[in-house]
């Protein structure tokens, strides 16, 4: 079928997709507070014919900076924060 585009995925902000020329879903605002110096935005991302990526968008003193990775590199960040969390709340009950 000439002129066929491949499916959006399911997760796909179709809003502007066509005029951005890759998948992505909504920025995703990490923010509890609402007050952090940094802005921290993820999304997931996906170019025709590459597999998905977690994107994450970095807002510093109105430079932003936008960084790719892997699901496989998402999964292990997962991983090390949460060691590293956890790491953080002890030092934090000890010091009590």
């Known amino acids: ?4 585009r491949p499916a959006h995925p399911s997760w796909c902000d179709r809003q502007g997709c066509e005029a951005r020329e ?3 879903t909504a920025l995703v605002p990490v923010a509890p507070a ?6 921290f935005e993820v999304q997931l991302w996906q170019h025709v014919g590459s597999q998905p990526a977690l994107a994450l968008q970095v807002t510093d003193d109105e430079v932003t900076a936008h960084h ?3 699901l496989r590199q998402a999964r292990l960040l997962i991983r090390v924060l949460a060691r590293l969390l956890v790491s953080a709340a002890r ?5 009590r």
Do not use: I, S, W, Y
């Open 22 to 24: 890759f998948h992505a």
């Open 34 to 39: 609402g007050d952090e110096q940094a802005l």
């Open 91 to 95: 030092t934090r009950r000890a010091a």
């Open 68 to 70: 790719l990775m892997t």
């Open 1 to 4: 079928m000439r002129g066929a």
